[in-house]
């Protein structure tokens, strides 16, 4: 794609950034197709609001919330696209009672398109995980977590796409190094393999032989660290060349507005990740000219 913009738009800042002068309001309105990806991270079983006198996040969240303004931007735009990030188990009663029961069947019923894994998803271990796969009506996607010689083997897939007003979206997904985090007893012969490569292998795939006019990535390794060398959403952005969104997990960071990060052949990647636990829905809006030219309109919304 030869030109990319980012605007981004919200409550207190306006971010605008143009390869070769396209913007939105540059192009024929009947020419433009837009494209709504929604997405969230970090859920952690949390299916109810926070209580009004919570320290941190009073009366925030709640996937009722969640579920409603979903339902109005299907609305607004009936080619949206809703993913997740990884770690959805662990950190209410609800995963300790149900395993994972319950987030699975109402993810399904807010029609999540697809999620990839986290390293909290494996608390209940790889045989707890698949106990579950009957209830997930979306898509597991992870490229680089190999499941041979475990029971999640034939239950995941590295890609997936999907077509929306004619436009082909690719995604992939990525997970954090399991050791050190999870007990080897819990993921066992679960192997991890180093993302970056894995997802230059992925994206070349969905670029030139699926021929996708948008790739995104739904990762779960983090925004950035202090150690440069411990893989990071930031960092795989410049690695990548077709990669034009990295959804991101695992380091609750809150984002206003999605990260700018330039690739490897100078073209824009955009990095988004909305926090934690279910209070922010991540929402950007992808604009497509007549020749397939890309703007973009990013933001947050507080459930």
């Avoid at 597991?140 to 041979?148: G, I, K, M, P, V």
């Avoid at 990548?240 to 959804?247: M, N, P, V």
Wanted: with cysteine; charged share 20%.
């Amino acid at each position: 794609m030869d030109r990319r913009t980012f605007l981004d738009r919200t409550s207190t800042a306006s971010l605008f950034i143009g390869l070769g002068g396209l913007s939105v309001a540059s192009c024929n309105q009947e020419t433009v197709k837009k494209i709504t990806i929604l997405h969230t991270n970090d859920v952690h079983s949390h299916i109810d609001p926070f209580p009004k006198d919570h320290s941190q996040f009073a009366n925030l969240g709640g996937l009722a919330r969640r579920a409603s303004l979903v339902e109005s931007i299907r609305q607004e735009n009936p080619n949206t696209l809703l993913f997740d990030a990884g770690d959805i188990f662990q950190g209410t009663p609800y995963f300790n009672f149900y395993g994972g029961e319950l987030e699975f069947k109402l993810m399904s019923k807010l029609k999540y398109d697809a999620a990839t894994i986290g390293n909290h998803d494996f608390d209940n271990g790889v045989e707890g995980l698949a106990a579950q796969l009957p209830h997930a009506k979306f898509k597991l996607l992870s490229a680089n977590y190999d499941f041979t010689n475990t029971l999640m083997a034939g239950h995941v897939k590295p890609w997936e796409t999907y077509f929306a007003d004619g436009i082909k979206v690719g995604v992939y997904g990525l997970g954090i190094q399991l050791k050190g985090l999870v007990s080897e007893s819990l993921f066992k012969e679960t192997k991890y393999v180093h993302p970056y490569p894995v997802a230059q292998d992925m994206e070349r795939i969905l670029k030139t032989e699926e021929k996708c006019d948008l790739i995104i990535c739904l990762s779960h390794i983090g925004y950035e660290y202090k150690n440069e060398d411990r893989p990071s959403d930031i960092k795989l952005a410049t690695k990548t060349k077709y990669t034009d969104l990295i959804i991101g997990g695992h380091t609750h960071t809150f984002l206003e507005r999605p990260t700018v990060v330039k690739n490897q052949i100078g073209n824009d990647v955009l990095v988004n990740q909305v926090g934690c636990f279910g209070i922010n829905l991540g929402r950007v809006d992808f604009y497509f000219d007549a020749a397939k030219n890309i703007s973009a309109n990013g933001t947050r919304i507080i459930v």
